[in-house]
């Protein structure tokens, strides 16, 4: 783990306003949904602007993108923030390890593109995981940070971080 990442989990943490862990079963998403329900509820009593309650929903959706490469429906997402201009979302999933590599070049060459608008357009056109991960930097505007951890030889535990700002 990094530096960089380790100093962000443990700010996520200690800054923490909602957290979901779940597991969707049959497809049934009712405590998701009540999550981003009671997460827009805090946002809005914290008097965050509506922009930044956009871009929190928005990307906790997108967040459902990583699901079906997941196992046992199991997931965490925590919504941080200690001041009303900047978020940050921890989301952690449990993840097939042959989507590992792709995820980690997709999110490496996003990094590297986030302040050159040409390569940025290119890097959604060229990656398949590109959809959710420039939805991602995209409302951020920052790179994302990660982590993962191999499991088994099925398996790794993967967590990111994504800093929203106004």
């Known amino acids: 783990m990094t530096e960089e990442f380790e100093n962000a989990k443990k700010w996520v943490e200690e800054n923490e306003i ?3 862990e779940g597991k969707l079963q049959d497809g049934d998403d009712k405590e998701f949904k ?5 997460t827009e509820r805090y946002l809005k009593q914290r ?5 930044i309650q956009r871009k929190i929903f928005n990307l906790s959706i997108e ?7 997941k196992r046992e429906n199991q997931r965490t997402i925590v919504i941080s923030g200690n001041n009303l201009q900047e978020y940050q979302i921890l989301a952690t999933y449990i993840l097939q390890s042959e989507v590992v590599k792709s995820i980690i070049e997709n999110i490496e060459y996003g990094n590297l593109c986030i302040n050159d608008v040409e390569k940025f357009r290119d890097y959604r056109k060229r990656y398949f995981f590109a959809g959710f991960l420039y939805i991602f930097l995209y409302c951020s505007n920052h790179k994302i940070l990660y982590h993962f951890e191999p499991i088994d030889s099925e398996y790794s535990y993967f967590s990111m971080i994504v800093t929203v700002k106004s």
Do not use: P, S, T
């Not at 009540?34 to 009671?38: H, R």
């Not at 967040?63 to 490469?69: A, G, N, S």
């Open 18 to 20: 909602c957290r979901f």
């Open 34 to 38: 009540k999550f981003l329900a009671l």
């Open 47 to 51: 008097g965050a602007e509506g922009a």
């Open 63 to 69: 967040l459902d993108y990583i699901e079906r490469h």
